[in-house]
């Protein structure tokens, strides 16, 4: 059964089981408020009667006949003494058969239905001066107007509910329509993208705030992250393969080199060697890197550690000095700056800011650590080439680089970067780039001191 089908009948279900309550409600309320009424009539013109008229009167059988000219309509009265024993019977038309009446000494009245009519029966207790109970008076009444009523009551109630039914029943069509319209759209738009292996939106028909305005607008952005993720993908398999392919064809080239020339020219033979060999760590290099990212995305928890960044950051300064034969300077006024990480990971992400500014710059790399109650600020500064302002926001990107042949001369492969960012990630932390061309750059880290406090700030 389709979810418009549904709809349409558990709504229209729905307004006739209200349609019904409310008939049955207004029935019922119309009987008990006009007996009611009835009653009240009925029990306040006998009791002014007998009350004229005088209990030891009403008991007496020659009184019968005056009391006839009181009566109204198709009804019947009958009086019984204190042993419940019928005196006399005076009916107006005609009579109905009730049986036994039991023996009353308070007011009562009930509504019953007697051969096929509504019959109201009162009985009213005939009461001396002295307030002792004397006999029972008994109304019986054939009660037509209030079939009649009742007739017309239920001609409009059943005319009106099948009204409200029929309207109901294009109400439901219609508000299924407006409820499965983004649905609808929605499952389009999925089977074209099925079809097409193409990105779509679904169109906001208004800007309603409301769950289907809500549920559109999910779609699209789903839809948008979507296409970039893809894109990215893309994008990412491409310049990989490019890279690879490069690397490639430059140990095929003097590798050819070496078959043709190498056995004759020993310049040739030791510059390929050395070609091949320094193309070769760079396919190692890049391969790491990219085992590095692709672990990075699957979100898997690090073990993390109380660890002291200050001689973390030594530590890696006197690994990297050997090497590079370079001033790096450690700038902190703290004595002790502690942080909730994993060890190796921070390792990784200072060797990657240290290790680019060391490639871009010949001067001074100046470090600097510091902390406030939450974070754990890092930054590395170089007076290097800097960074043209229009590139800075995309260095994080995989593989991006500003100038192709400076990073081949430097052996970069644009992928350091990317990977810092993803271990800041990780960390719940924030990285960012600020350049000047020909002035250098600064590259700063901010991490919370503690996981837990960050998550749950989120």
Request: hydrophobic share 35%; proline share 3%; charged share 25%.
């Amino acid at each position: 059964m389709k979810l418009r089908t549904k709809i349409t009948l558990l709504s229209s279900i729905l307004v006739m089981s209200i349609l019904l309550f409310v008939d049955v409600t207004v029935h019922l309320l119309f009987v008990k408020i006009a007996t009611r009424n009835e009653r009240e009539v009925l029990q306040n013109k006998w009791t002014e009667i007998i009350a004229e008229t005088g209990p030891t009167m009403i008991l007496k059988n020659a009184w019968g006949p005056k009391l006839k000219d009181e009566l109204s309509g198709d009804t019947t009265l009958r009086v019984f003494d204190q042993q419940s024993r019928l005196l006399y019977e005076v009916s107006r038309q005609s009579r109905f058969k009730l049986g036994d009446i039991r023996f009353n000494t308070s007011q009562s009245s009930q509504l019953t239905d007697v051969q096929g009519h509504k019959i109201l029966v009162i009985h009213l207790p005939v009461l001396s001066p002295e307030g002792n109970q004397k006999g029972t008076l008994e109304i019986v009444e054939k009660w037509d107007a209030l079939e009649t009523n009742l007739d017309i009551l239920n001609t409009i109630l059943i005319t009106s509910t099948i009204g409200a039914m029929l309207l109901s029943l294009v109400g439901s069509t219609i508000l299924a329509n407006a409820i499965l319209l983004p649905i609808s759209s929605s499952i389009q738009t999925m089977q074209e993208i099925e079809r097409s292996l193409k990105f779509k939106k679904i169109p906001a028909g208004s800007h309603n705030q409301d769950e289907l305005s809500q549920m559109t607008a999910t779609f699209n952005r789903m839809m948008e992250r979507l296409e970039e993720s893809f894109q990215s993908q893309q994008q990412f398999v491409s310049d990989a393969s490019h890279e690879l392919n490069t690397t490639l064809m430059i140990i095929e080239g003097y590798a050819n080199m070496l078959r043709r020339w190498g056995t004759r020219d020993e310049e040739i033979r030791k510059e390929s060697i050395e070609s091949i060999y320094e193309e070769t760590q760079r396919m190692r290099t890049m391969t790491q890197q990219l085992l590095t990212l692709a672990s990075s995305q699957q979100k898997a928890p690090e073990p993390h550690e109380r660890i002291e960044m200050i001689g973390c950051c030594q530590q890696v300064v006197a690994h990297l000095k050997p090497v590079h034969d370079r001033q790096i300077s450690i700038l902190t006024e703290e004595k002790e700056i502690w942080l909730d990480a994993n060890l190796t990971k921070m390792k990784q992400l200072l060797v990657i800011l240290l290790d680019n500014a060391l490639k871009y710059s010949s001067d001074e790399i100046e470090i600097g650590l510091s902390t406030d109650e939450k974070d754990v600020y890092i930054q590395v500064k170089d007076y290097g080439i800097g960074i043209p302002e229009g590139e800075i926001k995309r260095v994080f990107e995989r593989f991006y680089r500003v100038d192709s042949s400076r990073h081949r001369k430097t052996g970069g492969t644009g992928l350091g970067l990317p990977i810092a960012k993803a271990i800041t990630d990780a960390h719940q932390g924030t990285i960012r780039m600020e350049s000047v061309e020909g002035e250098g750059t600064v590259v700063n880290v901010t991490l919370p001191q503690r996981q837990q406090e960050r998550l749950s700030r989120e």
